[in-house]
């Protein structure tokens, strides 16, 4: 094994011994990440070994306040602490916005030395945003098992009513109690698994990155996210019954994954076009002012949408691509403008002008084809290293989690226009580019016309 997961006897979960000739720069975690049974009662001494000072704000919404902030709040109180707590109270789910910050901002005090935050996706990206604006360090209760975003350093927010991104720090401390996380509804223990299990197609297209474009593959990162995505599907049924062993390897496999990205500065191993697909729906149905439909199981469902069409691509015979009329179907500058407006909209310029490499050329374009035709058989077997659609669907069915587009309330335009759009999202690369740079995706995309 290339690298070492282990845990202190505090419960510290730590990751050693990196062995990986990738030629990138390998960064240590430096967070203290715990994962455990009961470990909230802990959180004080975690705190007292880490962090100086006794004053902070610790936040939490209505919901999470009952699961888990009163317990942190009086325990902190009763070992000395001076804690303000700031319960963000909502009659729907809590939307990471500028009220949500404004109220985290407003309980600041002059002398606030830390910034505790109790809960998931929303309440950790609301209090990060601020916590990295104060320049102060966080501690994270996690709350449920629903996505990989504890250990992010990005806040996905909410302003104006537009998705945006703001960067934010990690978390100092991380808690994630398994006596916690296992009562967490199962639909976010699905959204876990469902971000989970996208990863092995990012995985394929990182690997795919590096024949086509050379890029840097590192392999521990790869080997970490497989390794805990093995334990994952070899224990649906645990995770199902919500053990302590089926949260513990859910909660892992989110922390690890999040860790890649502190290990290697980016987010290569975690997301690529499944991500792009599930961005689009949430930006898209914004836009359009409607409820999005959550991360996790919009990953899990672009997951099931994309499986296919990578398990097609190893029969593929690159050999008799006809490469006049390739080039004849290849896209001018202004058409793909004109495209990008068509199916992104208003977020159509942000994104061209952070992704000129997609603006291609003849000769790059034929450069990567030609490399995809010599080097196919590594390409398949990247492609091979992906389970079986049978298998990631099995496991979703049997926890319950969505399966379709249609149950997240995503219309057959838009799902056919994130299956077209979902390559242009970002310049790395994805097999959804070559199969357009190989004039393919209308035979492989067939089943999502454009009008
Ligand atoms: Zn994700
Ligand atoms: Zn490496």
Known sequence: MPYNMSYDKDN???????????????????????????????????????????????????????????????????????????????????????????????????????????????????????????????????????????????????????????????????????????????????????????KYIAKADWKIGRIINDEVYCDVCGEIVTDALGKLLDNIDEIKAR?????????????????????????????????????????????KGRPAPGHGASVGVSTLLVLPVFKRFADEDLSALDLDSVRKGAIS??????????????????????????????????RRVTCAQTRFAQIRQCIDEIPSLSVIEDAMRRLGAPLTPGQLDIDTPLLNLSMRCAKDYRTRYTLFKLINECGLEDKYLAEYPLD
């Open 243 to 287: 053990s302590d062993k089926g949260i513990r390897l859910l909660t892992e496999a989110l922390l690890l994954s999040g860790m890649t990205i502190m290990i290697i500065g980016h987010t290569r191993a975690v997301a690529s076009v499944e991500h792009n697909i599930a961005h689009y729906w949430e930006m898209m149905q914004m836009f």
């Open 12 to 198: 510290r979960l730590i990751i050693s011994d990196i062995v990986c000739s990738c030629g990138s720069v390998h960064n240590r975690p430096t967070q203290d990440i715990y994962v455990g049974s009961g470990i909230i009662y802990n959180t004080a001494a975690y705190i007292q070994k880490r962090l100086s000072g006794k004053n902070c704000v610790l936040v939490a919404d209505n919901i999470t306040w009952d699961i888990a902030g009163a317990k942190v709040s009086s325990q902190l109180k009763s070992a000395g602490f001076h804690v303000i707590d700031c319960v963000l109270t909502r009659k729907e789910r809590l939307e990471p916005d500028e009220t949500a910050v404004g109220e985290v901002f407003l309980a600041l005090q002059g002398d606030t030395d830390f910034l505790v935050s109790v809960g998931s996706g929303s309440i950790t990206d609301t209090t990060r945003v601020v916590a990295a604006r104060a320049n102060l360090p966080q501690v994270c209760i996690g709350t449920a098992p629903s996505m990989d975003g504890y250990t992010s350093s990005i806040c996905p927010l909410t302003y104006h009513g537009v998705k945006i991104h703001r960067p934010g720090k990690c978390p100092e401390i991380i808690i994630c109690d398994t006596e916690i996380l296992k009562t967490a509804p199962m639909d976010m223990v699905c959204a876990g698994v469902g971000d989970v299990l996208g």
């Open 333 to 366: 500058r202004e058409s793909r403008v004109e495209w990008m407006r068509r199916a992104y909209g208003p977020a159509a310029q942000p994104i061209m002008n952070e992704n000129e490499g997609d603006f291609l050329n003849w000769d790059e374009q034929m």
